[in-house]
């Protein structure tokens, strides 16, 4: 079993910026595709990012050009790099993994492990 802890949210202004980090640990061998997920109060789940083992992304068109994914294999660690915040970016912020032998995992449903979410406050 894999468990994930998600770290860095917090309260910023405006066009303001945060680093979530997503710190995984247990059985952490395989080449996972790591993603991030939001959920604002009251809409849906959005899958807002993604990284496989390679390296390969994918960013949601609602935030392109100002989010950013990025991992670290040596640490298990995957990152979310927020510029140019704003109001519609407050969610709470969760991680999670799917085994994807390399590839990049697209599809929410074959993300099975979960973190426990890290709130994103944006003041205007």
């Known amino acids: 079993q894999v468990q994930l802890v998600e770290s860095g949210g917090g309260l910023v202004q405006a066009g303001g910026s945060l680093r979530l980090s997503c710190a995984a640990s247990g059985r952490t061998s395989g080449m996972f595709t790591m993603g991030w997920f939001r959920q604002a109060p009251g809409k849906e789940r959005e899958f807002v990012a993604a990284i496989s083992w390679v390296r390969t992304t994918w960013v949601a068109d609602s935030v392109k050009g100002r989010f950013s994914i990025t991992r670290d294999n040596t640490k298990h660690t995957s990152y979310l790099q927020m510029d140019n915040l704003g109001a519609d970016d407050t969610a709470v912020y969760y991680c999670?993994?799917?085994?994807?032998?390399?590839?990049?995992?697209?599809?929410?449903?074959?993300?099975?492990?979960w973190g426990q979410g890290t709130q994103v406050t944006v003041e205007d």
């Open positions: 999670a993994n799917a085994p994807a032998l390399g590839e990049l995992e697209l599809s929410p449903p074959k993300y099975k492990n």
